[in-house]
């Protein structure tokens, strides 16, 4: 069993595990712990994204750094046995997907810039959460979870491709320049 956690905040509070491309979930990344049923091993990850800003910022600077993926170690747990690489898969693939939607709300917010607010922001962080939730139902349908079916490898490849596309908005990338036009 997957289930998969998201929170969504509009002012991060606390440290968490910052997503990065070359990073893998581990076990002891996997804080809480496993209700153990009995039955098949399981897995909660909680993922959320979250922004910090004050209004001057979105006039002056990149925001790219402003809009956090992260993982929350002490609300996730993962039951460990045969099957705890699947899950640990899995589970990535869903913090990929948090990013894709956290590239979309760093794209939204630079072409936005102007006329930011902070109710704006939380409107479209909703939005790109549901389109992020939305994929993430059609990756929950793939079974058995982190084997390489056909309907996986695909999802997986739609989220690299899609990290790709927004590889301008990573949270450490540059402010994107902006084109000038020849006339």
């Given at each position: 069993?997957?289930?998969?956690?998201?929170?969504?905040?509009?002012?991060?509070?606390?440290?968490?595990?910052?997503?990065?491309?070359?990073?893998?979930?581990?076990?002891?990344?996997?804080?809480?712990?496993?209700?153990?049923?009995?039955?098949?091993?399981?897995?909660?990850?909680?993922?959320?994204?979250?922004?910090?800003?004050?209004?001057?910022?979105?006039?002056?600077?990149?925001?790219?750094?402003?809009?956090?993926?992260?993982f929350n170690s002490n609300a996730s747990w993962i039951?460990?046995?045969?099957?705890?690489?699947?899950?640990?898969?899995?589970?990535?693939?869903?913090?990929?997907?948090?990013?894709?939607?956290?590239?979309?709300?760093?794209?939204?917010?630079?072409?936005?810039?102007?006329?930011?607010?902070?109710?704006?922001?939380?409107?479209?962080?909703?939005?790109?959460?549901?389109?992020?939730?939305?994929?993430?139902?059609?990756?929950?349908?793939?079974?058995?979870?982190?084997?390489?079916?056909?309907?996986?490898?695909?999802?997986?490849?739609?989220?690299?491709?899609?990290?790709?596309?927004?590889?301008?908005?990573?949270?450490?990338?540059?402010?994107?320049?902006?084109?000038?036009?020849?006339?």
């Amino acid at each position: 069993m997957v289930l998969f956690g998201s929170y969504l905040m509009g002012q991060a509070q606390t440290p968490l595990l910052e997503w990065s491309d070359d990073y893998r979930l581990q076990p002891t990344d996997f804080k809480a712990k496993a209700p153990n049923t009995g039955q098949e091993q399981s897995i909660y990850a909680s993922c959320g994204l979250s922004y910090q800003a004050i209004n001057v910022q979105f006039l002056f600077s990149n925001l790219n750094p402003l809009v956090h993926n992260r993982f929350n170690s002490n609300a996730s747990w993962i039951d460990e046995g045969n099957e705890t690489e699947a899950l640990l898969r899995t589970a990535k693939i869903s913090w990929d997907i948090y990013e894709v939607s956290a590239r979309k709300l760093r794209k939204w917010m630079h072409e936005n810039r102007a006329k930011l607010n902070f109710t704006k922001i939380d409107a479209y962080l909703q939005q790109v959460h549901n389109e992020g939730t939305t994929l993430l139902s059609e990756y929950s349908k793939s079974r058995p979870f982190g084997r390489h079916t056909d309907h996986q490898k695909q999802l997986e490849q739609k989220v690299d491709s899609l990290l790709q596309v927004y590889e301008a908005y990573c949270k450490t990338c540059k402010k994107p320049k902006k084109v000038k036009h020849k006339k």
